[in-house]
DNA sequence: TCGCAATGACTACAACCGTAATCGTAATGT
DNA sequence: ACATTACGATTACGGTTGTAGTCATTGCGA
């Protein structure tokens, strides 16, 4: 039963559930980003297919429904990060990296962040 | 005109045509992963996609086609790393080290090759 | 020469995706 | 009490994807 996949559009909606939950469908609506101006009509038909792909829940609320998250946005980047290395880099971090760096996609601030982290990998 | 979204089942047929090139729809039937034992038809309606998204291109060779990739493979892995580091890591390469590291996903040799890479970045 | 095999073109079809509209019902404001 | 509204459920619809089947043609082997 490993986890389903979730869309483009989907994940805009993960994105406003873990920033904060539980949230309304309307409160969605409301937070999505604007450039995806979309209508409280396709935020509801997101999250239904977001509860039958089993990765949110719905608490009854009155009338209405309070949506929470039921895969953390952490184990959520795991499993994409896992699939986008293993499809691109043969599932090795060494030649992603390389990668990046001929393609100058880092900035100086990353390259302080990566040796900060390896100092303390050593230890 | 930016270049087209390249499929799963699509990224199989390219990895053969980025290893060698030019190949015909047989060719490539016979070098698909074997996990993915595709009829002669799907390779062929795969082929057919790929030059419809202009990612390849088909020279006639009697009553076949040669075909050969229009995209390299660095340039394709590029977009798509650019594109999942935005979507998932806002963009910086520090926050996926970080990621990655938290998860293990690094072996040692991970760890040596973005050493090195690191120096030759310095110099 | 004649049938067959190989090949590209076209068609198929269900699942998934983006983006909603519509429907039935129940709460709410007046 | 009645109209309006807010909600979830159901349906829609064109595009993409995975995975082929079918069709028309044509070169090749016997």
Redesign the pocket.
């Known amino acids: 039963m490993q986890t389903?996949?979730?869309?483009?559009?989907?994940?805009?909606v993960m994105n406003c559930l873990w920033q904060t939950s539980p949230l309304?469908?309307?409160d969605i609506a409301g937070l999505v980003p604007q450039e995806?101006?979309?209508?409280?009509?396709?935020v509801?038909?997101?999250?239904?297919?977001l509860?039958a792909?089993n990765v949110i829940s719905?608490e009854?609320?009155?009338?209405?429904?309070?949506?929470s998250p039921l895969v953390s946005r952490s184990e959520y980047v795991s499993g994409e990060s896992k699939r986008f290395v293993d499809r691109l880099f043969s599932g090795r971090a060494g030649p992603l990296f390389a990668h990046l760096a001929e393609r100058e996609a880092f900035s100086e601030e990353d390259i302080s962040d990566i040796e900060k982290l390896l100092r303390e990998m050593k230890k």
Do not use: C, M, N, P
């Open positions: 389903e996949r979730i869309s483009d559009a989907e994940f805009e309304t469908a309307s995806r101006q979309w209508s409280l009509q396709t509801k038909t997101l999250l239904s297919r509860v792909k719905h009854v609320d009155g009338r209405r429904y309070l949506y």
